[in-house]
Structure formats: C-alpha cells, structure tokens
C-alpha cells in the first residue's frame, strides 16, 4: 500500500479547528499524484504526451474528526481501471498518527488529450507503468457505464 505522510497546516483547518473539506480533496490528489510520479506519471511525461488527468468525482466519508498537530498518512489504492487505461478509480483512506482510520475517500476520473480537449486512452509508455501499480482485492476493470454511476445532467439557469 503507497502511504503519503502530511503535516496539517494552520490553513487546512477550519472554523471549527478540524480538518476541512477541501484539505481531504488536496491531500488525496496529492498522495495520488505523488504515487503516480513514482510510476514514470509526472509533469514531463504527461507533457510529452499531452495528457493530463481530471476528476468525475470524490466522494469523501468522515469517521472522526482529526486536528492539527500530529502528522496523518494518507493511503492511495487503484481500485479500476479500463482495460485502455482511459478510465481510473482510486480509494484513499486517511490515517491519524496511530493509524486509526478517520476518513476514506474514493474518485473516479480519466486521462484527458490536452490538444483535443478529449478523453484519450492512455499512452503504452504509461500502459507499461499501470502494470506495475499494486491493485485492490476487489479491482475491476472498469467500462464507460461504471463512469456513469453518479451521472447528474446540468440544469442551466437560462
């Protein structure tokens, strides 16, 4: 299991002293990104390819609260991904500093051709780096439909 160690800053508090929100959704991309630059997945590469990732969605469940002062580790899992590489999932479980588990986080998302501003199958360079990435008990090969489980159709003002 990849394991990212972070410090809580004073600005990922919030009003009530905790851990906020948004600091959950950074330290998952972080630790993810982090994993990912381990495995040949970094801004030169992608850069090379013209590729980039984006998010479909997080959703984040809270089990505790968890305050500044002690460093948190933050897990990265694959848990899907299809069969072109185009499609991902990750899990993120959120560790306090005894390793009591006091949030999971799961995403989904895909791999984007920065030209065409199109989803785009990934590149055989990275194929070779997904092989090597450890995967969930319970990984799936991911189709277009499991992206689609949250599916919500924009409802414009006008």
Same mark, same amino acid.
């Given at each position: 299991?990849?394991?990212?160690?972070?410090?809580?800053?004073?600005?990922?508090?919030?009003?009530?002293?905790?851990?906020?929100?948004? %600091?959950? #959704?950074?330290?998952?991309?972080?630790?993810?990104?982090?994993?990912?630059?381990?495995?040949?997945?970094?801004? !030169?590469?992608?850069?090379?390819?013209?590729?980039?990732?984006? #998010?479909?969605?997080?959703?984040?469940?809270?089990?505790?609260? #968890?305050?500044?002062?002690?460093?948190?580790?933050?897990?990265?899992?694959?848990?899907?991904?299809?069969?072109?590489?185009?499609?991902?999932?990750?899990?993120?479980?959120? &560790?306090? *500093?005894?390793?009591?588990?006091? %949030?999971?986080?799961?995403?989904?998302?895909?791999?984007?051709?920065? !030209?065409?501003?199109?989803? *785009?199958?990934?590149?055989?360079?990275?194929?070779?780096? #997904?092989? !090597?990435?450890?995967?969930?008990?319970?990984?799936?090969?991911?189709?277009?439909?499991?992206?689609?489980? &949250?599916?919500?159709?924009?409802?414009?003002? !006008?």
């Amino acid at each position: 299991m990849f394991l990212k160690e972070f410090e809580i800053r004073w600005s990922d508090i919030d009003a009530n002293r905790h851990l906020a929100n948004s %600091a959950y #959704v950074q330290y998952s991309g972080h630790a993810r990104m982090s994993y990912l630059a381990q495995l040949s997945f970094n801004q !030169k590469t992608m850069a090379k390819h013209q590729i980039g990732p984006v #998010v479909f969605y997080e959703h984040i469940y809270y089990f505790k609260e #968890v305050f500044i002062g002690k460093p948190i580790q933050v897990s990265t899992e694959l848990k899907g991904m299809s069969a072109d590489g185009m499609f991902f999932e990750f899990h993120h479980d959120f &560790y306090d *500093s005894i390793g009591k588990n006091f %949030a999971h986080s799961e995403m989904m998302g895909a791999w984007i051709d920065l !030209k065409a501003r199109k989803l *785009s199958i990934l590149p055989d360079e990275f194929m070779s780096a #997904v092989a !090597k990435i450890e995967r969930a008990d319970d990984f799936k090969v991911l189709t277009k439909e499991d992206t689609r489980k &949250y599916a919500r159709i924009p409802k414009d003002l !006008k």
